[in-house]
């Protein structure tokens, strides 16, 4: 990489002690930025951390020499150096005098795009996503400079605030022979975009932090005309852009659409759900985590319905190292719980990507990488819409699987995690059993994908289309009694050939006790007492004490769980649990 910043220009506008402190420092060259601000001292940044220049406090005469050595502040209360791309950005006081200042180091670095540049080649539409600092405008300036010079189109910048291709008329050489608009003020961003268009026949427009509705609209304009669209939005992750109702229409925006009885039932949700209602602006978004590792999501639209029926998509980690070889690797977000995992499988990019299929259970009648289901479960608080509740529900993934023992296998020859399909089973009693007792046990909604059916004996018995859906793709059915921890753990415990614990195993216990009120956990602390230290030793029944219906169901549970039975007896608000010796 080639780097070029003009920092003699900028150290030329601070005052003279700061500006011979600088130039003999030792990290002169990874210098990111200088703060000024009245009655304080200044401070240099740099990557690793800051350090003031002076123990002098900063005099408004100071600030007041740094604002004549610069160009004319705009609407976004940013200046520049005239040829150079350094950013000089103001904080006014409520009379509007400057009263601080940020003098950031604009820097040109050739080659910072080696990671994508056979997607920048493909014409397709790509947008930049990244906490500030990271180098979206960088990227931005290089991917013009590329288009233009290396594949001779016709590339116009929209610069809105002169930090693509510098302060003044004439751009920086950094852009090569890409074409710049300046925009007069923030506001009207989006009108100077559309003009871009209609006047000058681009090829390719550049535009750097689209933040408004007007801008996202005419960015879809723009698109449906035939125009290559790179651009940055605010955001770290395109998860980030799916909740904000400003930007959503970026990855083609989001509608809550109500299913028919059918659909819903071969979906396996609800009948109100969250789906993308127009392709996306983007086909391709760029999550720049660190300066030498992105991830590239090739499909946004199918990140976005994956996201939507809360499925964790399977992305494209691009890594560089300092020899500049670049790295591709395929994240697997949806194993053990949705953290993070990269597929070992990484190969040599050398301006090529990868077409080789990644997946996990890429064996015997599976399809490889199945996307894995997952459901919210997040009560509706005050304030919130049914929309918001419906957004919130797609974004959670605790569908994991951690397993405890060295099995690679289930009881049939399977793949672990064992994809188990549940019918008329409580799904959230599903994810506590899994989670709590670390079963290698994955659900999913799609019966084509899993290794077995788990269903309650009532519904089967009831649904002859279910029967014949596992007989045609050879998916055996285990059925349980009730839905009901108890019998939920002794079903997957069957379904991976594992034995069941002793009677009063602590672990097992603990789904009992998950996340329970004050009120719950008491009373299952006096059953479970009630059962071991009465009912099993001496053999004598025992009454509890008076219980809401919710208790009272809570300490049935845990009696099955001990193997015996007990009963409700009396009336409201005294009934209360019975438990006979076996």
Not at 18 to 26: F, K, S
Request: charged share 25%.
């Amino acid at each position: 990489m080639t780097i070029t910043d003009d920092l003699r220009k900028l150290l030329a506008i601070l005052p003279q002690d700061l500006r011979q402190m600088l130039e003999q420092h030792p990290q002169r060259d990874s210098l990111v930025e200088v703060v000024l601000d009245l009655g304080r001292r200044p401070e240099a940044r740099f990557p690793d951390g800051a350090e003031y220049l002076s123990e002098i406090p900063v005099t408004q005469q100071q600030i007041d020499d740094c604002i004549v050595r610069v160009g004319t502040f705009g609407g976004d209360n940013r200046a520049g150096i005239e040829q150079t791309l350094h950013r000089i950005s103001a904080i006014r006081n409520r009379t509007g005098k400057i009263i601080g200042l940020t003098c950031r180091v604009g820097r040109a670095i050739y080659g910072t795009i080696s990671m994508i540049r056979d997607l920048v080649e493909n014409g397709q539409s790509i947008l930049m996503l990244g906490r500030p600092g990271v180098g979206k405008t960088t990227v931005l300036r290089e991917i013009a400079r590329v288009l233009a010079d290396d594949l001779d189109k016709r590339v116009v910048i929209i610069d809105t605030s002169n930090e693509i291709a510098g302060d003044g008329d004439v751009p920086h050489p950094a852009i090569g022979r890409a074409r710049r608009m300046q925009v007069s003020h923030p506001s009207e961003q989006h009108q100077v975009m559309i003009e871009a268009v209609e006047n000058h026949m681009p090829e390719v427009i550049v535009i750097d932090e689209i933040g408004t509705e007007l801008e996202a609209l005419a960015s879809r304009t723009i698109a449906e005309r035939g125009v290559q669209l790179i651009g940055t939005a605010h955001g770290n992750q395109i998860e980030n852009l799916i909740k904000n109702p400003t930007l959503s229409d970026l990855v083609g925006g989001i509608q809550a659409v109500t299913l028919g009885d059918d659909e819903a039932r071969r979906r396996g949700s609800q009948k109100t759900v969250l789906e993308r209602k127009a392709p996306p602006t983007f086909e391709i978004a760029v999550e720049m985590q660190e300066r030498q590792r992105w991830v590239v999501h090739e499909s946004v639209a199918d990140t976005i319905d994956n996201l939507l029926r809360g499925r964790q998509p399977t992305p494209q980690v691009r890594t560089i190292d300092d020899g500049g070889k670049v790295a591709i690797a395929r994240q697997l977000t949806a194993i053990n719980g949705g953290a993070s995992q990269t597929d070992r499988g990484e190969e040599t990019f050398r301006g090529r990507s990868s077409n080789r299929t990644n997946g996990w259970r890429a064996s015997g009648q599976m399809r490889p990488l199945v996307p894995l289901n997952a459901e919210y479960q997040n009560g509706n608080g005050s304030g919130r819409s049914e929309f918001d509740r419906l957004l919130d529900q797609s974004f959670n993934n605790s569908n994991g699987f951690e397993s405890n023992g060295h099995k690679d296998s289930g009881p049939n020859g399977e793949d672990l995690p064992l994809h188990i399909y549940p019918y008329g089973v409580s799904r959230s009693q599903l994810d506590q059993v899994v989670g709590v007792l670390h079963l290698p046990v994955m659900l999913t909604k799609d019966i084509d994908s899993a290794d077995a059916i788990l269903a309650l004996r009532s519904h089967v018995k009831n649904h002859a289309k279910l029967r014949q859906m596992a007989k045609a793709r050879q998916v055996p059915i285990h059925m349980i009694k009730s839905s009901t921890i108890p019998q939920i753990t002794r079903g997957l415990r069957r379904l991976l050939n594992i034995d069941e614990p002793e009677v009063g195993d602590e672990h097992e216990l603990q789904l009992f006790l998950h996340n329970g009120s004050d009120d719950e956990m008491d009373a299952l602390e006096e059953a479970r007492l009630a059962v071991e230290q009465i009912v099993i030793p001496k053999g004598q029944p025992v009454e509890l004490l008076p219980r809401s219906s919710q208790v009272r169901k809570m300490q049935h549970e845990l009696v099955e769980h001990y193997r015996l039975k007990s009963n409700s007896f009396g009336e409201e608000p005294n009934r209360r649990l019975r438990i006979f010796p076996a």
